[in-house]
């Protein structure tokens, strides 16, 4: 009961906090985010490439957060693969940042995609991965909070990709 409230008190704090936009490095904040997983990475079979990343203009502790709950989401649910496989990128696009992480795990029907990134969604079951369904939601509030939004592309067993964007200010 306490994580989930936990998560809920964090969930409010993502849409009150007033945002202290920097430059944010993004190379450098996956870099540091891949390592606090290292005691999950260790011993296992996972490839993970991390592509070109722009920096941004955002609220570091809030980007972060974001890339914490992509990057785990990506472990979590590739984690059963005999070789996991994560890719992390990004582009410039028009007037706009896209970043994606791709796993190969086991995805999910499209038909459920709108119910991703609604508080307390989830569309596992939570004997087979863990978690309260509030991860999504905190991405999605916070990169809205940023001016951009959130998609999701996956094909059952065939793994997903998780998007943002973030409009160049």
């Known amino acids: ?3 989930l409230i ?3 008190l964090t969930f409010s704090r993502f849409s009150r906090t007033d945002l202290q936009r920097t430059n ?6 996956v870099t540091r985010v891949l390592k606090t997983f290292s005691d999950e990475l260790a011993g296992k079979n996972i490839e993970i490439n991390v592509l070109e990343l722009p920096d941004i203009m955002g609220d570091e502790s809030l980007i972060n957060q ?3 709950n992509l990057i785990s989401n990506a472990l979590k649910y590739s984690r059963n693969e005999e070789k996991s496989t994560i890719e992390i990128g990004g582009k410039i696009e028009d007037d ?3 970043f994606y992480v791709k796993d190969n795990g086991v995805g999910f029907d499209m038909k459920y995609a709108d119910k991703l990134f609604g508080v307390f969604q ?6 087979d ?3 309260i369904g509030i991860g999504l939601a905190n991405v999605n509030r916070i990169v809205i909070r940023h001016g951009g939004k959130c998609w999701a592309e996956s094909e059952v067993g065939k793994g997903a990709k998780f998007s943002f964007s973030v409009p160049i200010n």
Do not use: C, P, Q, Y
């Open 24 to 29: 944010v490095n993004s190379k450098n904040m």
């Open 96 to 98: 706009t940042t896209i």
């Open 129 to 131: 991965f863990e978690g």
């Open 66 to 68: 974001v890339w914490v």
């Open 122 to 127: 989830r569309l596992h079951k939570a004997k």
């Open 6 to 8: 936990d998560a809920l």
């Open 1 to 3: 009961m306490g994580n």
